[in-house]
């Protein structure tokens, strides 16, 4: 087991000790919080992170003394700004990664992502997400649940069509062309951008080949409102809430944007790569 879920298993059982003491069942709690009894459960088996927020309700809720509330604080708070390993993290399961994400997003009202290797996660179609899991699954040891991971994945995206939040996506137009699934997967996937590019709340962005770069498009980055930013390597997922961190990658992600093509100049992209996909699919 990492250090990262010896952590998070640690939390989970004080918070859960807390409960119990408090003399409420999982459901009593969840009902206190407005959440779903599921999300109870994940946090005190370890399947989940506690965030701050979570922990000062929690809390609250089971009336726990201020010192013990600030020791929790200061556990949760180390665990989000942990580097853990993806391998280790994948072993948990696809699906309890997938939920982590959605709650996280839950909480955001400007979520800013790049992405340059594949379809932004909130974006893909269900079939789209299945090929990029089976590469997870493979590369990192994941456990075997693949259609778990993609049901959740698309819930995550019900949030797209809420109106208080706004969704600012970027992508190079090379990801359009990444073959990560069979050709009519492809063209199932062009044809749901085009979609998401008429949603009034979420600007999707494409960087065109002609485009001048101002830097290299090397990893992928999340920002959530002001808050942190997520990058992923190939082996570390790192949650940075250093304020400088979040405005370097703010100011990277406002030099891509002003390279980006966007609204009709990105549907013709996008139109001109789903032509290419319909030709080399004729006998």
Do not use: C
Not at 2 to 12: D, E, Y
Not at 16 to 25: G, I, V
């Amino acid at each position: 087991m990492s250090g990262f879920q010896q952590a998070r298993v640690h939390l989970g059982t004080q918070l859960r000790q807390l409960r119990e003491t408090a003399q409420l069942s999982g459901k009593d709690l969840a009902a206190r919080l407005g959440w779903q009894a599921s999300k109870v459960s994940r946090i005190e088996n370890a399947r989940q992170s506690a965030s701050e927020e979570d922990v000062v309700v929690w809390a609250q809720a089971v009336d726990a003394p201020s010192e013990v509330m600030d020791e929790l604080i200061a556990q949760a708070i180390t665990l989000v700004e942990r580097q853990d390993s993806w391998r280790q993290r994948h072993k948990s399961g696809l699906a309890a990664l997938q939920e982590e994400v959605r709650e996280l997003e839950s909480r955001t009202r400007l979520l800013r992502v790049f992405e340059p290797g594949l379809i932004i996660g909130l974006l893909q179609t269900a079939e789209y997400a299945r090929h990029i899991f089976a590469k997870v699954r493979r590369v990192q040891g994941s456990s075997d649940d693949i259609d778990a991971a993609i049901r959740v994945r698309m819930r995550r995206q019900e949030i797209l069509y809420d109106p208080a939040r706004r969704f600012h996506f970027l992508m190079p137009e090379a990801v359009l062309r990444y073959r990560l699934a069979p050709d009519e997967v492809m063209r199932g996937q062009l044809d749901r951008l085009l979609a998401v590019t008429t949603l009034p709340n979420v600007e999707f962005g494409l960087i065109p080949f002609e485009a001048e770069l101002p830097s290299a498009l090397l990893n992928g980055f999340w920002l959530y409102d002001e808050t942190l930013v997520g990058v992923a390597t190939r082996t570390k997922e790192l949650v940075l809430r250093d304020p400088d961190e979040i405005t370097f990658h703010a100011a990277a992600f406002e030099e891509l944007r002003a390279v980006a093509a966007f609204q009709e100049q990105a549907r013709e992209l996008i139109v001109r790569v789903l032509v290419e996909y319909s030709k080399q699919s004729e006998p």
